[in-house]
T-cell receptor, first 116, second 114 residues
Framework: EADIYQTPRYLVIGTGKKITLECSQT?????MYWYQQDPGMELHLIHY???????EKGDLSSESTVSRIRTEHFPLTLESARPSHTSQYLC???????????????FGSGTQLSVL | AQSVAQPEDQVNVAEGNPLTVKCTYS??????LFWYVQYPNRGLQFLLK????DNLVKGSYGFEAEFNKSQTSFHLKKPSALVSDSALYFCAVRAGDSNYQLIWGAGTKLIIKP
């Protein structure tokens, strides 16, 4: 079992609210990722980090921001939520020492966000 | 452009029968190929990967996948399906032209009927 945790599991909020989705891992992995997944659809990378103080935007344009102040923690923040942000958000981590570009990802259980 | 295709939205198999979940890809250079599984209300889990070498890769829960370079395919297989194999299966690829970020297929829902 992967030691990567996401909270909350479900979140329903009103438009305009600021929210932070939490993601923590206890495996000491340098690489962490945020994906967005709509039901029955592929995962889209929205942010990633290769280590502390390193963050990059992914392929999918997103109005969210991330921070990586500690290795184990990679929160995602939406400053002003909109209905278009309704989706499932998946956090993942990987250990680059397992292989160059072929290491497996460990996923959290996800946060299902609904913006009314 | 890099892409991964899972041509079947859903695959239905009777318990005990062999199963195949299809995946084809389009990337430049040598690909790293992966299968992940998503059970209901649980996170995605790694099943297996192909890096290089033997084209038949064995993974978790009795699954295996065959890499076919000429057909650019990486189909997931299992000789005898279990009801507990029912889940959503995702194929993904990494290659140099995607800056080694994972490109994901849309997923295939596998339903195993008793």
């Amino acid at each position: 079992e992967a030691d990567i945790y996401q909270t909350p599991r479900y979140l329903v909020i009103g438009t305009g609210k600021k929210i932070t989705l939490e993601c923590s891992q206890t495996m000491g992995h340098d690489k962490m990722y945020w994906y967005q997944q709509d039901p029955g659809m592929e995962l889209h990378l929205i942010h990633y980090s290769y280590g502390v103080n390193s963050t990059e935007k992914g392929d999918l344009s997103s109005e969210s921001t991330v921070s990586r102040i500690r290795t184990e923690h990679f929160p995602l923040t939406l400053e002003s939520a909109r209905p278009s942000h309704t989706s499932q958000y998946l956090c993942a981590s990987s250990d680059p020492l397992q292989g160059a570009h072929n290491e497996k990802l460990f996923f959290g259980s996800g946060t299902q966000l609904s913006v009314l | 452009a890099q892409s991964v295709a899972q041509p079947e939205d859903q695959v239905n198999v009777a318990e005990g029968n062999p199963l195949t979940v299809k995946c084809t890809y389009s990337v430049s250079g040598n690909p790293y190929l992966f299968w992940y599984v998503q059970y209901p209300n649980r996170g995605l889990q790694f099943l297996l990967k192909y890096i290089t070498g033997d084209n038949l890769v064995k993974g978790s829960y009795g699954f295996e996948a065959e890499f076919n370079k000429s057909q650019t395919s990486f189909h997931l297989k299992k000789p005898s399906a279990l009801v507990s194999d029912s889940a959503l299966y995702f194929c993904a690829v990494r290659a140099g032209d995607s800056n080694y970020q994972l490109i994901w297929g849309a997923g295939t829902k596998l339903i195993i009927k008793p």
